[in-house]
DNA sequence: GTCTATACACGGATAGAC
DNA sequence: GTCTATCCGTGTATAGAC
């Protein structure tokens, strides 16, 4: 008699499985310790997962899901510049907020280009991000009444870019004035190819 | 008598770990991978360094030095839009020259940032980086005969943040015409904040 | 179906022969 | 000083008891 079915187990072994990611990295997340965190035996792990690779693309996806596009502020009739500016800032909230989680996402990147059969996700998480990026932008652009000048999906990989590339800077020098210094100069930007309707 | 001294042997050592890296990922970079690949035996490693976390550091300040500032391209006359473009351009090729390079010193700094003993060394790559960034906007604003309207450490960090950034998403989907095009906006936008003199 | 016990390979590091 | 042989922990996975 199961106390719990193998979904369940499922959902508890990727739970934990972040969890320990969170803590200790990626690189030192183990079956072992997978189990011992989320409380389970050893045995159980391979009824509800193939591999550990399986058990970590389950991880990617989950992760992947939960980024999905906020809201956006609401600011007909503000000045673009501010209106980019406090929604990039309350982005970047949320990774001052929860920084390990943040380096955990770059570590699992990178996990998957080197794993053969997880590339293929990696790209897929990637194309994710990226029309996420660009919903904010469409969403941004409709807060504001503005049209961009820029080819949107050119100005989503860079948006991107710039983004991801400031997040991993901050996660190694945790520079808040550089950082904050740096996003502004890009709302700044973005202010510059927005187009008043 | 040694066939080798000891540096020749670090020497030895920290060159065939980086072919080991580039290879197979610094994941996959054991001791073991690296005294086959430079062909000494195991018992030589540990006499060499007193550990792999030493070996790693050894590699990270190598590889860290090798990325010296590069020649700005001589374009007095051009237009700045163009002169950065090519300039850009350049170092991109260089990029796309050698992807498993560059992937290799992401995986190193996310290697460092998880080891207590070389979180700051991961600061000193990055505040290296940035100064290499640095003297390029200096080099370019000189070559052009124009001054930038920004912040240089600002600009720098946006900068720096662009082409990480666009880097790491190339090297996951190899999209050349999405990064050509995100990587002409930038330097659209570097123009956009150069001041003929 | 669930879990215990264990197999087996590989990792870093070292002891001790030469 | 140089290298062989080995230790011991840890990793993934599985065999087989219940």
């Known amino acids: 008699m199961p106390r719990l079915s193998a979904d369940e187990r499922r959902e508890q072994l990727a739970e934990a499985a972040i969890r320990v990611m969170i803590r200790d990295g990626v690189a030192k997340t183990t079956t072992r310790a997978v189990v011992t965190e989320a409380g389970v035996p050893l045995g159980a792990f391979h009824y509800c997962f193939r591999s550990k690779e399986e058990l970590f693309q389950t991880v990617i996806e989950r992760i992947m899901e939960r980024n999905l596009p906020s809201e956006a502020v609401r600011t007909e009739g503000a000045a673009p510049y501010e209106a980019f500016r406090s929604t990039l800032h309350s982005y970047w909230d949320q990774v001052r907020a929860r920084p390990a989680e943040h380096l955990v996402t770059y570590e699992l990147t990178q996990y998957a280009l080197r794993q053969p059969g997880l590339t293929d996700l990696a790209r897929r998480q990637y194309r994710h991000y990226q029309a996420v990026n660009r919903a904010h932008l469409e969403a941004m652009a409709g807060a504001t009444g503005i049209t ?28 808040d004035a550089q950082a904050s210094a740096a996003l502004d100069e890009y709302a700044r930007y973005l202010a510059s190819v927005a187009h008043r309707d």
Do not use: F
């Open 148 to 175: 961009w000048t820029v080819d949107l999906d050119v100005l989503a990989r860079h948006g991107l870019s710039v983004l991801d590339g400031l997040t991993l800077n901050w996660l190694i020098d945790r520079d």
